[in-house]
């Protein structure tokens, strides 16, 4: 079993950066490929950002390409996502995901966590 835990949403105008973090416990992170998501009020959650197991190789969704970075220190057992020039279309609930598995883009993830709010004023 893993558990999940997000932390550093907030309020951000636009242009500002936030950066989010998901810390695991039970597990070795390592081993999993972790992602995010997020999901805006009446929208399907969507993929943002993916990082495979072992291999690290990194996935974005192209709306946000060039602006967010996944990564993962395997020491503190967190994964990170560093969201730089940010926009009102990217406030949303993010959620921090692992999957046993090397896919990156499904939905199909073995655990998530709570959420965090991001708010991007104009």
């Known amino acids: 079993q893993v558990q999940l835990v997000e932390s550093g949403g907030g309020l951000v105008q636009t242009g500002g950066s936030l950066r989010l973090s998901c810390t695991a416990s039970?597990?070795?992170?390592?081993?999993?490929?972790m992602s995010w998501f997020r999901q805006a009020p009446g929208k399907e959650r969507e993929f943002v950002a993916g990082?495979?197991?072992?291999?690290?190789?990194?996935y974005y969704s192209d709306s946000v390409k060039g602006r967010f970075t996944i990564s993962r220190d395997n020491a503190k057992n967190t994964v990170y996502l560093q969201m730089n020039n940010l926009k009102p279309e990217d406030t949303a609930v993010y959620y921090c995901?692992?999957?046993?598995?090397?896919?990156?883009?499904?939905?199909?993830?073995?655990?998530w966590g709570q959420g965090t709010q991001v708010t991007v004023g104009s």
């Open positions: 039970g597990r070795t992170l390592s081993t999993y490929t």
């Open positions: 995901a692992a999957r046993i598995g090397s896919r990156v883009m499904t939905t199909d993830y073995d655990y």
């Open positions: 990082i495979v197991r072992l291999l690290y190789n990194t």
